[in-house]
């Protein structure tokens, strides 16, 4: 997983650095439309290194966060599976309603809402999930403070 997130990050900075490349280029006409354009063109590789950068943060944080878990014992328990390799509905479902008594009976613990983060993405609802997981990441921060 590792290698492919490399690859995808390194194919956006070279695309990145060929839209700066010609954004500089349009700039460097002088013309008020071409100047506008490099601008909005240079605003949108910014925006996205904004975002993939926001990514790889997200990414790092919940694979310290797992790490620490394991290390204190806590092991994701198997759900049953379908043919195809997803988790079945029932059992995210059950998984989800419990971690998330776990998260409201306990909302300052990092590893409740770690917990919450996976069980999110079991029941197939990973933007729920990335807001968990960045709580999580938050409250361990704080933790550490």
């Known amino acids: 997983m590792k290698r492919w997130a490399l690859l995808v990050v390194g194919a956006v900075v070279l695309v990145g650095g060929y839209l700066v490349v010609r954004a ?7 013309t008020a439309t071409a100047v506008l354009l490099g601008i909005g063109v240079l605003l949108l590789v910014a925006l996205g290194a904004v975002l993939v950068l926001g990514e790889i943060r997200l ?8 790490e620490r878990l394991f290390a204190e ?17 029932d059992a995210a479902d059950a998984l989800f309603e419990r971690r998330k008594a776990e998260a409201e009976a306990s909302p300052d613990d990092w590893r409740s809402w770690f917990r919450l983060a996976t069980s999110y ?25």
Do not use: N
């Open 24 to 30: 500089v280029e349009l700039m460097s006409t002088g």
């Open 73 to 89: 014992g806590f092991v994701e328990e198997d759900l049953p599976t379908l043919p195809s390799g997803r988790v079945e509905r």
């Open 121 to 145: 993405d079991a029941a197939r609802d990973p933007s729920r999930g990335r807001r968990a997981m960045r709580r999580a990441i938050e409250l361990e921060r704080l933790t550490r403070s």
């Open 59 to 66: 990414a790092a944080g919940s694979q310290r966060l797992g």
